[in-house]
């Protein structure tokens, strides 16, 4: 039989197959192959009646997360606090950058606006990250429709109230909430498994919250793309390895100076190039150790 894991909890596989849920294991095999199922999966199972299932084999994968450990993903809300902790540029940009790097779709939701005084700089925020093409959400009204037919993962920061939302979303779930540590200024974290939940006309997963992000990007063209602002505008610069930096006639830098391109999102892309070019620094400093 074929089907989909949609939870993964002690070294046991939940395998939902023409809307049954079998209880598997991983084969050994898996574990000789350096393989691992993981929540999202499509696999092969066998499963006969009162007894434990098996699963023989793993389909073929279209993307998947390291951390949280989840596959096959149609989109992620990416979800941001205006408040408490307050709204972070870069962090958001991270976010969406390793999203557009595994082809997830991102959409932008954000929580806390009530502890706002002043709506003015998000308004400003929300329309350059819509120019860019993100739906920039502030309701569930807004969220709901987009959920329907797909596979949505909510990611965020920890103690932006990701639980919170789910939980208003769909109050059967009863996730566990945590509080904002005031000391550290972020979220204790509470989700403990990777599960999908049926909402909506369709399936949504709650994850770990991050206290990191790691990053597959290593090389300055797979940064460019990753952010489709900046790749749109970079197809008229005039070298193909344009880094934005310090080449000239750059259509990037022309675009920044014009104010086509938004400040903020350079200053990000600069940031995560620079780590990229430290990585690499530090690779070729240790081989030439060794």
């Not at 566990?176 to 979220?187: C, F, K, P, V, Y």
Request: net charge neutral.
């Amino acid at each position: 039989m074929e089907g989909k894991i949609i939870k993964a909890l002690a070294g046991f596989y939940y395998v939902e197959s023409d809307g049954q849920v079998y209880q598997t294991r991983a084969r050994g095999n898996f574990r000789k192959k350096g393989q691992t199922p993981y929540v999202g999966d499509r696999v092969v199972f066998s499963a006969e009646e009162n007894s434990e299932g098996y699963i023989l084999e793993i389909l073929e994968r279209k993307n998947a997360l390291v951390r949280p450990p989840i596959v096959n993903i149609d989109q992620a809300v990416v979800i941001m606090s205006a408040k408490e902790p307050d709204f972070n540029h870069n962090l958001l940009d991270r976010f969406l950058v390793l999203l557009e790097h595994k082809k997830i779709k991102p959409i932008i939701y954000i929580t806390k606006l009530d502890l706002l005084s002043d709506m003015s700089e998000m308004a400003i925020v929300r329309a350059e990250y819509q120019k860019i093409g993100y739906p920039f959400l502030y309701t569930l009204e807004e969220l709901l429709p987009l959920l329907k037919d797909k596979i949505t993962v909510f990611m965020g920061q920890t103690g932006v109230g990701k639980s919170t939302l789910l939980n208003k979303m769909a109050p059967d779930l009863a996730l566990e909430t945590g509080e904002i540590s005031d000391s550290l200024g972020r979220g204790k974290h509470t989700t403990r498994s990777v599960s999908f939940y049926d909402l909506n006309g369709g399936k949504i997963a709650d994850t770990p919250g991050f206290s990191s992000l790691d990053y597959e990007i290593t090389t300055s063209e797979d940064l460019n793309k990753a952010f489709p602002e900046i790749y749109q505008l970079s197809q008229t610069c005039k070298f193909r390895s344009c880094t934005h930096t310090h080449e000239p006639s750059c259509s990037v830098k022309d675009a920044l100076a014009s104010g086509e391109l938004w400040q903020k999102r350079y200053d990000t892309y600069l940031q995560l190039l620079s780590e990229i070019q430290n990585r690499r620094e530090t690779y070729k400093k240790t081989i030439k150790r060794k």
